[in-house]
């Protein structure tokens, strides 16, 4: 469709609220409210597509509560939607002057954000995928929350001021929490194979050394949601593990640090496999300890080993093979043949 020929709109989303910036007769913004629920969705792809009108819609990623409106906006075919990174949007803001924030302000924003940035449309995931991220959202919910009882467990277990009516509350709840995580694998599984290229991606994420079920369903749910098209350095990017340099002149030179500007959830998945892996698997172990003799502090090895296991990830998927270390890392002729002399 003609960027020209579209109207532009911003939507601040709430968990209650639609605040909507549309064009007036003379270009100005025009506000209106829609409540955020079926029937409110409704009234708004009503009014937006009034007339046969054709509208380029930009809104933030806010997770759940602008995800149904997004699925509403994004099945008609006279509207197309971006779902804007909050940084991206709260940067723009600062580079117009904006000095104050509300929702009003944040819609009229945003409908400028759609009219002045490049536009990138949401690909609209299916059910199945949908599905499949709850749970793994559902699945790193309750996981945290069981970490958190196992070290209320083992501080009640050598306290003697603990009564045993709380150490009696934490186990019940232990208890609880790694029924429900199972139940929820086990749903999980169920719609991986319920699809032929999940379950094709899980049992090659499976393959690599250091991810197991929970962390393979994590980062299978998550990468599901990207376009099929985005190379690796937008998956990298994607995951907020692209190097971010600050240096200005020869004054200015602050350490290099990844950008964060990402999918934390991604991020987060990738940890505990890329902490395993460098225990268990030869060339992931010997990329880290190359930086770390390179001087590279031990976390930031970690998190080149995250990136360079995500780099693995995207070439098994486009391959269709299962993992293999040495493209990942060629280790050194001297440890090669050790390790043929052990399996000898």
């Not at 949007?89 to 409908?111: E, I, P, Y």
């Not at 991220?133 to 919910?141: F, P």
């Not at 907020?240 to 999918?263: A, C, Q």
Request: aromatic share 6%; hydrophobic share 45%.
């Amino acid at each position: 469709m003609d960027k020209i020929q579209m109207e532009a709109c911003g939507i601040e989303v709430s968990a209650k609220e639609l605040v909507v910036a549309l064009s007036g007769k003379k270009g100005e913004a025009v506000l209106s409210r829609f409540a955020n629920t079926p029937a409110g969705h409704r009234q708004l792809l009503h009014t937006l597509t009034r007339g046969g009108r054709r509208v380029r819609v930009c809104m933030e990623a806010t997770g759940v509560y602008g995800l149904d409106v997004a699925l509403s906006l994004s099945a008609h075919p006279g509207i197309e939607l971006m779902v804007a990174n909050p940084r991206a949007v709260r940067h723009f803001a600062q580079a117009t002057m904006r000095r104050s924030k509300n929702d009003q302000l944040d819609a009229v924003m945003l409908r400028e954000f759609a009219m002045r940035m490049e536009f990138t449309a949401w690909t609209r995931p299916d059910e199945n995928t949908l599905a499949l991220w709850a749970i793994a959202r559902r699945l790193e919910a309750l996981t945290k929350q069981c970490t958190a009882e196992k070290n209320r467990q083992h501080a009640a277990a050598v306290s003697q001021a603990i009564p045993a009516c709380v150490r009696a509350s934490v186990a019940r709840t232990l208890r609880l929490l790694l029924r429900e995580i199972k139940k929820l694998r086990e749903t999980a599984r169920q719609y991986i194979a319920g699809d032929a290229r999940l379950q094709r991606h899980y049992q090659l994420l499976r393959s690599m050394p250091g991810i197991g079920a929970i962390s393979a369903i994590q980062i299978l749910a998550e990468l599901a949601l990207l376009p099929t098209d985005r190379d690796v350095r937008q998956w990298v990017a994607y995951a907020g593990l692209d190097p971010r340099e600050y240096s200005s002149g020869s004054s200015v030179n602050k350490r290099t640090r990844i950008s964060k500007v990402g999918n934390r959830h991604l991020r987060c998945a990738l940890f505990m496999p890329a902490l395993v892996a460098i225990q268990c698997e030869p060339h992931l172990r010997g990329f880290y300890e190359h930086l770390v003799a390179a001087g590279k502090k031990k976390k930031q090895a970690l998190t080149a080993v995250a990136r360079k296991m995500l780099h693995a990830i995207f070439g098994m998927f486009r391959s269709d093979r299962p993992y293999d270390g040495n493209y990942v890392y060629a280790l050194p002729v001297s440890i090669t043949n050790l390790q043929a002399q052990k399996i000898a």
